[in-house]
């Protein structure tokens, strides 16, 4: 498959299984995870914003992008257990702070909530796992065998696709169709995504019984987590966020404007400075001074998106 912008990936073997990934810069260590149907690509420019000072790695979920398959069904919790994996595979033997979009967001959650002390931080953009809402082509994907008849790799259904995770669809380029396209082109493109989605939902939407066992164990963690999501999101809705103030009201929040399902692509720069001031508040306060942090004074949704800002429970 053609190489992502910037420098090209590498491969780690995993379990067995090659894994593709990228890893640059040095400094503390910081994984990338994106969401179903997606690959490493989602983070290339917010992974080229860390590398000057962090160890940034970007990696393809097993079966997406470049990363063949493994051979574990595809529940959230053998996902979770990938991503400790892949750490003990690149050598990183230190808490790493994790970035998380859509489904990466739940698949950090879980990764946090089973291995806690290997979790500096969390930072989850637009996350699976705190409603039921979900954009009707993934509930579609339970149907058998509606389902599969709709991963056809066509470009007017990756056209379709790209044009659901943004706002603006000026970020819908020829190039991003073209490499989606060939992403869903994969032997075993089709069958990864149906089983993601099954085992994470149904028609009805994201399944309740993962969320709640989740979301519970998370609220426990004693770790500095931040939320954000982009007001204009298709695949999984803002009032989401919430749902998320509601369950981790020690996490510091942030609503995007006028953006989509992916801020940090949509909103970069301001993603960008938002993410490196939350490591460097909550994150580095945290490894110096286990007390509790105080709340932001500022009113909830304002601007600078300290609604709340503390180390997540």
Known sequence: MTAPTGRRPRHVTVEGRRVCHRVDGDGPPVLLLHGIGRTLRDFDDLHERLAGSFRVHSVD??????????TAPYTLPNLARFVGHYLDAVGVDQPVRLVGNSLGGAIAMRFAATEPDRVASLALVNPAGFGREVTIALRLLALRPLGRLLLRPTRYAARRAELSLFHDPAHVTAERIAYALEVARQPHAARVMLETARNLGTFRGVSPQWREELLAQVEQ??????????????????THL???????????THLFDKCGHMPQIECAEEFHDLLRDFWATDCDRTAVDDSPAGTDSGPAGGADGRERMAEAG
């Open 221 to 238: 963690l004693d770790v500095p987590t931040l939320v954000v999501w982009g007001d204009r999101d298709l695949i999984l809705p803002a």
């Open 242 to 252: 919430d749902a998320a103030r509601a369950r981790l009201p020690r996490a510091r």
């Open 61 to 70: 979920l097993p079966g997406y992008g470049n990363s063949l398959p493994m």
